[in-house]
């Protein structure tokens, strides 16, 4: 079965990469909120996109590129 779904999965270079800092900071801004907090999922979307926006985050295609895992 994981054979097949692997012939079928596709990503586009393009994909941002939500990292374990960014589930960390949607954790901590949560717990910072306290009885304020908005409650998110606290998967890291919101930090995540936050860096596609000042397009300082990784994408799939940076892991193909040497120069950018330095």
């Given amino acids: 079965m994981a054979s097949r779904f692997r012939e ?4 586009s270079e393009a994909c941002p990469l939500i990292l374990d800092y960014h589930v960390a900071l949607d954790n901590a801004r949560e717990k910072a909120r ?3 907090a908005i409650g998110t999922t ?29």
């Fill in 8 to 11: 079928r999965l596709l990503l």
């Fill in 34 to 36: 306290g009885a304020k």
């Fill in 42 to 70: 606290g998967r890291g979307i919101g930090p995540a996109y936050e860096d596609k926006v000042a397009r300082r985050g990784l994408r799939v295609g940076d892991l193909f590129r040497q120069r950018n895992l330095r």
